[in-house]
């Protein structure tokens, strides 16, 4: 809508969202309605054509324009076992600007924590490397208001693990990766090899299997409760070939 993006525009910097150069006649009450009518119009729009990602692309820009910064402070630390490697990180998200399923913007907390190994594997000399990943909402939320809360849950674990060998004096990779939600039962997995032909030809090949084992609603108007972090893929079997020319 012209008229709602001139009147943001005037409010806020479009380029750095900082206030603008506008009158200063407009209130913090008119702003409020402004985003409230551009996030009934993206919720109205998803209602008739649903796409998940692209509404959450749409709201994230208003969030940008509401909340200037946020902070985050954390620490790591790492060390190694004989051939294994360890490392350890975890961070605090203070004040993070989120969204709840009302459409209203809201301040948490949010504690993020990783762990991982790599091991080389001498018998096919193979690199191993796994990762543990979880993220906590520090919030107190029963009803599951919070859009992120009732899409992912409160605490979303993810592991995650790439085998990763390279034969035929380096111009032959084997690289398996794979994805795991473990809150929503979500598989990502994908084997490749790639052959260097030349330092400048390569050929690709591999396998993107996807399984959400929890799906999504079909239901347009309930798309923000999908129990999938895939959003509203449920499968896919999908073969891959390319070659990669650099210069």
């Known amino acids: 809508d012209e008229a709602l993006a001139e009147d943001l525009a005037v409010a806020y910097d479009t380029d750095t969202g900082a206030p603008g150069d506008g009158p200063e006649t407009i209130t913090q009450d008119e702003l409020n309605e402004i985003f409230a009518n551009l996030l009934q119009e ?100 029963p009803e599951n208001l919070l859009l992120e809360n009732s899409i992912t849950g409160k605490v979303l674990s993810t592991i995650v693990t790439n085998l990763r060998g390279n034969y035929l004096r380096d111009r032959l990779t084997v690289d398996i990766r794979s994805l795991f939600i473990i809150d929503t039962r979500d598989l990502y997995l994908s084997p490749r090899l790639s052959f260097d032909f030349t330092d400048e ?15 999504p609603s079909n239901d347009p108007e309930d798309f923000d409760t999908s129990k999938s972090i895939f959003q509203t893929l449920t499968s896919l079997d999908q073969i891959f070939l390319y070659m990669r020319y650099t210069f």
């Open 42 to 141: 993206i919720l109205q729009e998803q209602i008739n054509n649903p796409d998940p990602q692209l509404f959450i692309d749409q709201v994230n820009s208003l969030i940008r324009s509401d909340y200037q910064r946020y902070h985050i402070a954390g620490g790591g630390v790492s060390t190694t076992f004989g051939p294994v490697g360890m490392r350890a990180e975890g961070a605090f998200s203070l004040g993070t600007p989120v969204l709840n399923t009302d459409f209203e913007l809201r301040r948490i907390n949010i504690f993020t924590w990783t762990g991982s190994f790599d091991y080389t594997l001498p018998l096919i000399d193979m690199l191993l490397l796994a990762q543990f990943y979880q993220r906590v909402l520090l919030v107190n939320d």
């Open 201 to 215: 030809i390569t050929l690709t090949m591999g396998l993107n299997f996807l399984e959400a084992r929890n799906p």
